[in-house]
């Protein structure tokens, strides 16, 4: 069963950075693609940056570019997301996923996520 636990959110002010870390069980890192998605209250969940197997481009929603960086560490299991100037709308939920080929939906069961809240 894959698990994914999310963590590094919290309370920032909007042009701060954050770091966020998805602690991923079995080798799911290695395996495939990794993603970030978010959800903001009342919206749907969509995905913000995610990590290509193998070639390691990345690509990000037109609402995160030039200010998310998505990463991994595969001996330590782990996908992150770099966060810098951080705006009131990137306040969400955040949650991390394994991408299996040719999709863009989470694959694995959803962690609880990390809140994330950006104030002015």
């Known amino acids: 069963q894959v698990q994914l636990v999310e963590s590094g959110g919290g309370l920032v002010q909007a042009g701060e950075s954050l770091r966020l870390s998805c602690a991923a069980s079995?080798?799911?890192?290695?395996?495939?693609?990794m993603a970030w998605f978010r959800q903001a209250p009342g919206k749907e969940r969509e995905l913000v940056a995610r990590?290509?197997?193998?070639?390691?481009?990345?690509s990000n929603a037109d609402s995160v570019k030039g200010r998310f960086i998505i990463s991994r560490d595969i001996a330590k299991n782990t996908v992150y997301l770099q966060m810098n100037s951080l705006k009131l709308e990137d306040t969400a939920v955040y949650y991390c996923?394994?991408?299996?080929?040719?999709?863009?939906?989470?694959?694995?069961?959803w962690g609880q996520g990390t809140q994330v809240t950006v104030s002015s």
């Open positions: 996923n394994y991408l299996r080929l040719g999709s863009l939906q989470g694959s694995g069961p």
């Open positions: 079995g080798r799911i890192v290695s395996r495939y693609d």
């Open positions: 990590i290509t197997l193998g070639s390691e481009g990345t």
